[in-house]
Nanobody
Framework: QVHLVESGGGLVQAGGSLRLSCAAS????????MAWFRQAPGKERDFVAR???????DYADSVKGRFTISRDNAERTMYLQMNSLKPEDTAIYYC???????????????WGQGTQVTVSS
């Protein structure tokens, strides 16, 4: 069992930065693929980034070069550093954990409650 809690969301101007955190409980954290998804109002949930247990990463094209995903297995925490934020990045951001994990949300078993990110123009 893995319990996830996101934090770090907020309101920021376009071009600004935020860092999201996802704190996990559970002994199997280090073996799971961890990911960030986001859902804007009226839209489907979209993949943002993922990181496997060994540190390999994968990003959606829309955030590549601006966002960086990382994890600290000892602290059981995952991060998403978001730079050069745009109004279209506005969404609720969710962290997820699963095996094997991928870009499809259905591949993840555990989800956090979400944290709101709002980017003003």
């Amino acid at each position: 069992q893995v319990h996830l809690v996101e934090s770090g969301g907020g309101l920021v101007q376009a071009g600004g930065s935020l860092r999201l955190s996802c704190a996990a409980s559970g002994r199997t954290f280090s073996t799971h693929t961890m990911a960030w998804f986001r859902q804007a109002p009226g839209k489907e949930r979209d993949f943002v980034a993922r990181i496997i247990w060994g540190g390999g990463t994968d990003y959606a094209d829309s955030v590549k070069g601006r966002f960086t995903i990382s994890r600290d297995n000892a602290e059981r925490t995952m991060y998403l550093q978001m730079n050069s934020l745009k109004p279209e990045d506005t969404a609720i951001y969710y962290c997820a954990a699963g095996l094997p994990g991928g870009r499809n949300g259905a591949m993840y078993t555990y989800w956090g409650q979400g944290t709101q990110v709002t980017v003003s123009s």
